[in-house]
């Protein structure tokens, strides 16, 4: 780093990443907690699922839309306004605690404060996720910009901050457990602690001009590096899901879906680079193994851990640690490997580590499994974010961030309450085969989600049956959530033969080399 001012703006980019990482595991271990949100407001799998959701998806609209114009409005308004969202979700959440815990509710009244409570979270989380989507949004090409000879190397430290944030807000929700019980609360605020620190470095900080624009690409030219048909997935992806927000119909969603894309394409005139739609479908796997997966594993490791006396949160915990510390010494790492054998190999242990998760009982086991599996995702989101930057240079912001508002996306849409649906199957057949014949029917009820319909236990059911089967059918869902774990492994395995065939590719036309952009990026 050239200055005092670049190591100000890395590091405190570096620090509003680690808030957004404290605002993910400290949402997952409070839907993922029996005693936090889903009996607080009444929660299934599924709909703990799409609740932690909301805080992912519109990372998307604010990524993409800030990327759009970042280069106009400059780096530090997005900054702020990250800001100002982590502090709005703080106030909707006490709002819904409040709701809850007023006295005298039972009965209908309770399920009625609970419904609105949950409207209230869940609406301070969409928020959430419009503040964490901006922090990426101008962090990635800031530090894309002021590395532009190393991108994946330093997009790699920058990400760092990601499993650095759930390392430490991971261990900080485990030594404050006792009161958290008491106030889940206490998980919102420490959430303030790098959001103040972020926003008191970058402030008055000097940021770099974007290398895009510093090279002379037109804004045109970043357009047309995503093209008619990357905006496409975008936009289907975001009218989608705020459709079911807003209860649009299938038709609304697609006429606004035609007339967005209609327009973006006309005005860029190009369908995209091949290459940056391929990219943008991998993010569908890759996003929903990593993400989607960190966030039910605490919930899936549960039984399991707690059998050997151990928090669940450990495990994502130590497969944070691993991601933190091989991020900071990714240089050589991809140097040896290239960026796409590296995302080939990353694959394949992910696939190895999730499926022996899904087996392994004993406290040495799991932490094995364990460590495959966090080598395995470590690279995938920094590696891909850097395999963009190096090929796609005139797109900017735009592809650098909406490839991983796609991402955000995916998993918040599809991929999350998927694995949920996935767990719920998991537990049916098991519980099916397990207990008397026609006890499921008793227990359980239909619900729906993006992809269909499906089955889940109802707690008020369950409380029918006796204590005995009560607690078998514990058990039988925990041992069968587990299980689903290999079911999970259907998504790196399409990344593996994703990354084979990039690497064929490039062998083909004399092996990966970044394209460079003129320009010296200069401050303002």
């Known amino acids: 780093m050239k200055d005092r001012n670049d190591k100000l703006v890395f590091w405190g980019c570096f620090i509003a990443l680690i808030t957004t990482a404290f605002a993910f595991i400290t949402r997952a271990f409070m839907v993922n907690d029996p005693g936090l949100w889903p009996k607080t407001f009444g929660l299934n799998a599924v709909q703990g699922q799409e609740l932690f959701q909301a805080g992912i998806w519109p990372f998307a609209i604010s990524i993409i839309l800030f990327s759009l114009i970042i280069d106009k409005i400059g780096y530090r308004v997005a900054m702020v306004f990250s800001f100002v969202c982590y502090a709005a979700y703080a106030v909707f959440a006490f709002m819904a605690y409040g709701t809850v815990n007023a006295e005298g509710l039972d009965g209908q009244a309770l399920k009625d404060a609970q419904a609105q409570a949950y409207k209230l979270l869940y609406i301070g989380s969409i928020i959430l996720g419009l503040g964490n989507g901006t922090v990426e949004a101008y962090i990635n090409p800031v530090v894309a910009t002021m590395f532009k000879k190393d991108k994946t190397k330093w997009l790699n430290i920058l990400h760092a901050g990601w499993p650095g944030g759930l390392v430490l807000g991971g261990i900080l929700t485990i030594l404050l457990g006792a009161k958290v019980a008491d106030d889940w609360r206490v998980l919102i605020v420490i959430i303030a602690i790098p959001a103040i620190v972020f926003l008191v470095m970058l402030i008055k900080a000097k940021f770099p001009v974007n290398e895009r624009v510093a090279a002379g690409a037109t804004y045109r030219e970043m357009l047309g590096e995503f093209g008619a048909i990357g905006a496409a997935i975008a936009a289907y992806l975001i009218t989608k899901e705020l459709g079911k927000v807003f209860e649009w119909s299938d038709l609304t969603v697609i006429a606004i879906v035609a007339v967005l894309v209609i327009a973006y394409g006309l005005y860029c005139k190009s369908p995209g680079r091949p290459m940056m739609i391929f990219l943008c479908i991998v ?83 799991i932490f094995a499994a364990a460590t495959l599996y966090g080598i395995g995702k470590t690279f995938f989101w920094p590696t891909t974010l850097g395999v963009v930057a190096e090929q796609f240079p005139k797109g900017g912001a735009l592809t650098l961030n909406a490839i991983a508002g796609i991402g955000m996306l995916s998993v918040g849409i599809v991929g999350g309450p998927l694995i949920g649906a996935m767990q719920e199957k998991s537990v049916e057949t098991a519980v099916q085969e397990e207990m008397a014949e026609g006890t499921y029917a008793k227990i359980s009820k239909e619900d729906t989600y993006f992809l269909g319909k499906y089955n889940a236990i109802d707690g008020e059911k369950l409380k029918d049956l006796s204590q005995a089967d009560q607690d078998k059918i514990g058990e039988v869902s925990t041992d069968a959530k587990q299980g689903s774990l290999a079911k999970i492994t259907i998504f790196p395995a399409l990344m593996l033969l994703c990354y084979l065939g990039l690497i064929f590719y490039f062998k083909s036309r004399g092996g990966y080399k970044p394209v460079e952009l003129g320009g010296d990026g200069g401050g303002h």
Request: charged letters at 10%; aromatic letters at 8%; one cysteine or more.
């Open 283 to 365: 993010m569908f796997p890759l996003a929903t193994t990593e993400l989607g997966t960190d966030g039910a594993i605490t919930g899936i490791m549960e039984g399991p851990l707690k059998e050997a006396g151990q928090n669940p949160l450990w495990v994502l915990i130590y497969t944070s640690a691993i991601m933190t510390v091989l991020r900071f010494f990714s240089g050589p790492i991809v140097h040896k490997l290239t960026p796409l054998g590296l995302l080939a190999t990353c694959a394949l242990l992910a696939i190895a580590g999730l499926y022996f998760l899904s087996i392994t009982t004993t406290l040495v086991a």
